[in-house]
């Protein structure tokens, strides 16, 4: 064990996971390429969990991080004006589509989907609030009473009365083989049945992650969350769309996860790439719902001035170079690829995804069942052949590929032949 792995496991808690049986500690990074402490280099196809979404060292971030820390200020409070807090909220407000919207900046998603609660319970009145099995939100009390993954539960205690809705999950026997429609139909049937027995009086929203994170990037088929906001208009029940991970164009299909359904949610919740490592979350909700809570409200460091410089650089640089477009072409080559060699490989359940966020299910070949120890040892090769990738799903064998939404179609394709190199070699071994 190497010493900082053993100094590691003495003073940080064991639940903390880390990847590879030798962790790497990253020391540096260019472009789409980290390096190890080793002198490893990796390109980087996890990203810092979807964090470090254009890359590392961009000379636009850094220089707008140094101007601000030249000016001697890195924190004010919200007691004073902001330019940069002005200016990043206008943009998110008008990328949300969302009407007369209002942006409150956080630290983290969790913060952003505690707040993105606290307004709904209290807009509605109500402490019952819907959400999806399967998802993932965070980690305090709030957010993981909305999680629907026991790995992730530390406890059952709540503030909010929770129903959980079936949408990203017609691998289960009684959806399988159903068309879409089909499919739509059930969930919303499902979803109207436990609005007439589960629920009393008014629901405050469904929170949904529009492509699930931590699920295993299991997504609704397109259409299903427009057809549960019919459902959820007729009670007035809000629509919250947790974009922690699918936002700023990373799906290449729409700017924001939920647009590919066709939905304008009352609210929307970002963090991770937003800042391109800085901390910065938030939420972009209707304006009178923002408004509408009663007591003064404050996040000490949410929307700090170094963490406004690096999110407004970053998403300008997302925009201007319109990396949406380059996450559908990039993640086209690396999908249908996925797919190609998936023919052959009697290890991979299923390849799904969409732009830049994109999975592979390893499955036992003899049994079909879900096979955690393949993914562990696919993980292991990746590393050997300089490739980070990531690893979740419900069972734990779900390989998780999101690298920065500026990789060249050169990177795509080498990224590609690691991928395919770790499944043959991993397919060997299991036959
Ligand atoms: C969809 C989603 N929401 C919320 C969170 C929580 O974000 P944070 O870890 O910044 O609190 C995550 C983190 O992985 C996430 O994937």
């Known amino acids: 064990m190497s010493d900082l792995l053993a100094r590691h496991r003495a003073v940080m808690p064991n639940w903390m996971a880390l990847y590879y049986n030798e962790p790497i500690e990253i020391v540096s990074g260019k472009g789409n390429r980290v390096v190890d402490a080793d002198g490893k280099s990796y390109l980087d196809f996890f990203a810092g969990i979807l964090t470090n979404m254009i890359g590392y060292d961009v000379p636009e971030v850094r220089e707008a991080v140094e101007r601000q820390l030249a000016t001697g200020v890195v924190h004010t409070s919200t007691l004073y004006l902001l330019r940069t807090q002005v200016e990043l909220a206008e943009k998110i407000a008008r990328l949300s589509g969302i009407p007369d919207a209002k942006v409150f900046f956080t630290n983290s998603g969790t913060e952003a989907n505690e707040t993105a609660l606290l307004l709904a319970t209290y807009a509605r009145g109500s402490d019952q609030v819907l959400a999806m099995r399967q998802s993932y939100h965070g980690r305090s009390f709030g957010a993981i009473s909305v999680t629907s993954n026991r790995a992730w539960k530390n406890n059952s205690l709540s503030p909010l009365n929770v129903h959980f809705l079936h949408g990203a999950d017609r691998h289960l026997t009684q ?20 609005l007439a027995t589960a629920v009393a009086g008014n629901v405050a929203a469904l929170i949904a992650e529009p492509v699930q994170g931590v699920g295993g990037f299991t997504a609704a088929p397109d259409g299903l969350f427009a057809a549960y906001k019919e459902v959820l208009d007729e009670e007035g029940i809000l629509f919250v769309s947790d974009e922690v991970q699918t936002g700023w164009g990373r799906t290449g299909s729409a700017f924001f996860g939920i647009q590919n359904h066709g939905v304008t949610p009352d609210m929307m919740t970002f963090a991770k790439g937003l800042g391109n490592g800085f901390a910065v979350g938030g939420v972009v909700a209707r304006g009178d719902l923002m408004d509408g809570l009663p007591a003064i409200g404050v996040s000490t460091f949410g929307g700090n001035p170094i963490s406004m410089a ?49 999975a592979v299910d390893l499955v036992d070949p003899a049994t079909g069942a879900p096979a955690p120890a393949l993914a562990a040892r ?36 080498e990224g590609l032949g690691i991928l395919v190199t770790a499944l043959e070699t991993v397919d060997d071994e299991a036959r």
Do not use: W
């Not at 690893?391 to 500026?406: E, N």
């Open 175 to 194: 959806f399988r083989g159903m068309s879409d429609a089909d499919y739509i139909a059930a969930c919303v049937d499902d979803l109207r049945h436990v």
């Open 378 to 413: 696919f993980m292991e090769e990746t590393k050997k052949l300089g490739l980070l990738a990531g690893k979740g799903g419900l069972y734990g064998s779900t390989l998780r590929m999101a690298p920065p939404l500026t990789i060249t179609e050169d990177e795509a394709r």
């Open 310 to 358: 690096a999110a407004n650089a970053t998403l300008d640089y997302v925009l201007d170079h319109d990396l949406q477009s380059n996450a559908a072409r990039t993640g086209d080559i690396l999908i249908s690829g996925l797919r190609e060699a998936a023919g052959r490989l009697a290890v991979v359940g299923d390849v799904r995804g969409r732009g830049l966020m994109f």
